[in-house]
């Protein structure tokens, strides 16, 4: 499903991760747009993790909003609660259009 235009969002991942691999799988069942950044293959990804979100922790999506602001969001169970709620609002969304 294709996000509006308003919101991106961007997974800080590696492979090995169990949570990770936890919060991937949501993002295929959930179908919401999500661009992957694994930070064992890409050193800048990880310095960009480090400096935005203050740790290295993964898994951590990325929220850039419309108005500008960037949120950091860790914990797979919350990044996958954030998304089933952003699916969720697409969803209703299509369907009144
Ligand atoms: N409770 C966290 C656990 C995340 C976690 O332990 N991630 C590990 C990799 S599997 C990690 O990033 N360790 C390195 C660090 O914390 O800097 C979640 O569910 O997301």
Redesign the pocket.
């Known amino acids: 499903m294709t996000r509006s235009q308003s919101t991106t969002l961007v997974l800080y991942h ?1 492979d ?5 691999a ?2 991937r799988s949501s993002i295929d069942e959930l179908k919401v747009e999500v661009e992957l950044r694994n930070i064992q293959l890409n050193h800048q990804h990880r310095i960009d993790l480090q400096q935005g979100g203050k ?5 951590c999506l990325r929220i850039d909003e419309a108005n500008g602001e960037t949120q950091w969001l ?4 919350d ?1 996958i609660h954030y998304l089933a709620q952003q699916q969720h609002e697409l969803f209703r969304l299509t369907r009144m259009a």
């Open positions: 590696y090995s991760c169990p949570f990770c936890k919060t740790k290295t922790q993964v898994p860790y914990e797979s169970d990044i």
